[in-house]
């Protein structure tokens, strides 16, 4: 089997590696990806793999954002535009992220990916209360200076993902 198309792969046990390294350093590993000018952040151990090319299949009667499904080896999986989940025009960018959060599984179409950094866990601040962003649980000023970085939470995305 080929995977030509998958861009980045997470091993089982490196990420735990990684994992158990940034828990004793107070730091986390995140995966950031842009939409417009904003930079979105998911914690790296959520994340299955990155896809640069995939096939959706069309489901009819649900929300605009949701795309449809795709086959990932035997699996289907749900893929969000995370550009239309938050208001946003769509565009024909086609990067996917693929995360898992307590076994569901779910596509995310981004803009593009990033990079991959660890941000320390103080410096993530919640969000203010007033806040009617249910999908970020967070915010931080980035370590590379490359400005602020919204923290995306998986949790609420799969929860909130198929309606509000």
């Not at 990155?50 to 795709?70: A, C, E, H, K, R």
């Not at 995310?108 to 991959?116: E, H, Q």
């Amino acid at each position: 089997m080929s995977n030509e198309n998958v861009l980045f792969q997470v091993e089982d046990d490196e990420l735990e590696r990684s994992v158990q390294e940034d828990e004793g350093a107070g730091s986390r590993k995140h995966l950031i990806f842009t939409v417009d000018d904003l930079k979105i952040g998911i914690d790296a151990e959520q994340v299955v793999e990155i896809q640069n090319s995939y096939t959706v299949t069309y489901l009819p009667m649900m929300p605009d954002y949701i795309l449809g499904i795709f086959n990932m080896r035997g699996q289907i999986i749900p893929i969000m535009d995370i550009r239309l989940r938050l208001g946003k025009l769509p565009t024909e960018e086609n990067i996917l992220i693929v995360i898992d959060y307590n076994n569901n599984q779910l596509g995310i179409r981004v803009d593009s990916v990033d990079l991959m950094l660890d941000i320390p866990m103080e410096s993530i601040v919640p969000i203010p209360s007033q806040s009617t962003q249910k999908l970020v649980s967070g915010m931080c000023t980035l370590p590379d200076g490359s400005g602020t970085m919204l923290v995306l939470d998986c949790e609420q995305l799969i929860a909130h993902g198929y309606g509000d």
